[in-house]
């Protein structure tokens, strides 16, 4: 069956601090690859998303992420994370249809 | 900007009540779904639907039913809630298979407290 891993329950980091956060799905098919952030008491929003071309994608607020088809693969990084980044990411995976697989979530906190 | 209204932002109920959640999306989009949120679980897929009247199981349907009369409408029905069912319930929705495929966009949530 499909699924999706985030390695990392929790992280905390102080401000600065590169982030890298882990995703890998199950599937070797085409995929469609995104990431959502969920900011303490605010509804899901999307940050980036991948569909075709440039395996490195560029999203909102300094985020991108690889997509690395060998290692079923696509972490999302930052070079230098803000106390406003504070928050709770998920890496979603389209396998087939409409139906997305979310991953377990990893719960980013940032030291000020 | 599209707009995903959930009807109630906080419910408590009772063991053994019928449960309406309602979820209302205002950019005609075809695919609506619907999530449980819990902490160390992260989102795991009840239903969706992909056109008026057609629905899908997800992940962890038992215990809810889904019902889409109209494009921008999609309720999950709790047929005798149970406290396992206490969560957070969040509604989604996207346009429909087309290329490339479209992000999906959520609603505020559902905090459902069953006692």
């Known amino acids: ?112 | 900007d599209v707009k995903v209204t959930q009807s109630s932002r906080y419910l408590v109920k009772r063991t053994g009540e019928k449960v309406f959640l309602e979820c209302v999306q205002d950019m005609d989009h075809e695919n609506m779904f619907w999530y449980r949120q819990d902490p160390g679980l992260g989102l795991r897929l009840i239903y969706f639907s992909y056109d008026v009247k057609m629905k899908e199981k997800g992940d962890i349907p038992e215990g809810y039913s889904v019902s889409r009369e109209k494009k921008e409408r999609f309720s999950l029905i709790l047929e005798s809630a149970s406290t396992n069912q206490t969560s957070m319930y969040l509604c989604a929705s996207s346009l429909g298979q087309v290329a490339p495929i479209r992000p999906q966009h959520f609603g505020d949530g559902t905090r459902l407290s069953i006692l």
Do not use: M
């Open chain 1, 1 to 112: 069956a499909q699924s999706v891993s985030q390695h990392n329950h929790h992280v905390i980091l102080s401000e600065a601090a590169s982030l890298e956060l882990g995703c890998n799905y199950s599937y070797g098919g085409t995929v469609n690859l995104f990431w959502y952030v969920q900011y303490p008491g605010q509804h899901l929003q999307l940050l980036l998303k991948y569909f075709s071309g440039d395996p490195l994608v560029k999203g909102i607020k300094g985020f991108e992420a690889e997509f690395i088809k060998s290692k079923f693969s696509f972490n999302l990084r930052k070079p230098s994370v803000q106390w406003s980044d504070t928050a709770e990411y998920f890496c979603a995976v389209r396998f087939w249809g409409d139906k997305i697989i979310f991953g377990k979530g990893t719960r980013l906190h940032i030291l000020p």
